[in-house]
């Protein structure tokens, strides 16, 4: 996997297990990011709307796995932006389960396209105050998981961790 050059963003362009973490880069640089599997988005997001609407700061990035129901998919990306944010995705019209992140407007954000066996991932590069970059991964693995599918994504992992950059990993193992 390569992610020493990134690419363009793409264009297509009660929540369960919820975790806020802020992670403090320097004096100035605070990232703060929700991470949730929400097994279906489509029947969860108004609440996601409505708790967001309340949190002060926002949160930077909201990072989401399993956004599309295990048996059907057929909503249009547009239909789940939220407003103050840039919707990022990836696997959406393939069989896997989805992942969905979102970035407030404020932030120039881009997305890297792995070269990888491993699908079911998104990585984001951040850039925070000062010029400050963090690429931040968001990774989904179905407990079905076949081997072959364990090993891509522990390759994923492992070139991931060896990059040259401060990175994040948040997951749904």
């Given at each position: 996997m390569d992610i020493s050059s990134p690419r363009s963003p793409r264009k297509d362009g009660d929540c369960e297990n919820e975790e806020t973490e802020q992670l403090k880069f320097n004096n100035s640089n605070k990232l703060l990011v929700i991470y949730a599997n929400v097994d279906s988005l489509s029947n969860k997001l108004e609440e996601?709307?409505?708790?967001?609407?309340?949190?002060?700061?926002?949160?930077?990035?909201?990072?989401?796995?399993?956004?599309?129901?295990?048996?059907?998919?057929?909503?249009?990306?547009?239909?789940?932006?939220?407003?103050?944010?840039?919707?990022?995705?990836?696997?959406?019209?393939?069989?896997?389960?989805?992942?969905?992140?979102?970035?407030?407007?404020?932030?120039?954000?881009?997305?890297?396209?792995?070269?990888?066996?491993?699908?079911?991932?998104?990585?984001?590069?951040?850039?925070?105050?000062?010029?400050?970059?963090?690429?931040?991964?968001?990774?989904?693995?179905?407990?079905?998981?076949r081997p072959d599918n364990d090993n891509d994504l522990l390759t994923f992992i492992n070139n991931f961790s060896s990059s040259v950059y401060d990175s994040m990993i948040t997951n749904y193992f």
């Open positions: 996601l709307k409505f708790r967001i609407s309340s949190m002060h700061p926002k949160p930077h990035l909201i990072a989401l796995t399993e956004i599309k129901h295990k048996n059907k998919w057929n909503i249009d990306i547009s239909e789940l932006q939220l407003d103050g944010y840039i919707i990022y995705c990836n696997n959406l019209q393939e069989n896997g389960r989805g992942i969905v992140n979102y970035v407030r407007s404020d932030l120039v954000c881009r997305q890297y396209i792995p070269q990888t066996p491993f699908t079911e991932s998104l990585l984001l590069e951040l850039q925070l105050q000062n010029n400050f970059k963090v690429i931040v991964g968001t990774i989904y693995r179905s407990q079905n998981s």
